[in-house]
Nanobody, 124 residues
Framework: QVRLVESGGGLVQAGDSLRLSCVAS????????MAWFRQAPGKEREYVAA????????DYADSVKGRFTISGDNAKNTVYLQLDNLKPEDTATYYC?????????????????WGQGTQVTVSA
């Protein structure tokens, strides 16, 4: 199994930035793809961004393109999500997830390992 621990969330104002981190431990060779999802109260968990192991394939949800940046550091077993120009609608719990061979990055059921989440709250 892979253990994922997120950090970096917080309370910010609209237009501010945050950097989320996700540290993986355990059987990290199973994590060919790492992704970030988010879930707002009363809503389903939604895809945010994903990156493959060598960083050559990166994808974003349309709602965050141009504002969020995903990156990885394999030496540190860490994936980052830089959140810029935050909006109140970005308020959610952000989860890190790992998948071996997802048919596509957005398919939530392909992700078998999940972190506990980190809260991001953006005030207007």
């Amino acid at each position: 199994q892979v253990r994922l621990v997120e950090s970096g969330g917080g309370l910010v104002q609209a237009g501010d930035s945050l950097r989320l981190s996700c540290v993986a431990s355990g059987r990290t060779f199973t994590r060919n793809v790492m992704a970030w999802f988010r879930q707002a109260p009363g809503k389903e968990r939604e895809y945010v961004a994903a990156i493959n192991r060598n960083g050559g394939n990166i994808d974003y949800a349309d709602s965050v393109k141009g504002r969020f940046t995903i990156s990885g550091d394999n030496a540190k077993n860490t994936v980052y999500l830089q959140l810029d120009n935050l909006k109140p609608e970005d308020t959610a719990t952000y989860y890190c997830a790992a998948a071996l061979h997802p048919p596509n990055f957005t398919w939530i059921k392909a992700y078998t390992e999940w972190g506990q989440g980190t809260q991001v709250t953006v005030s207007a």
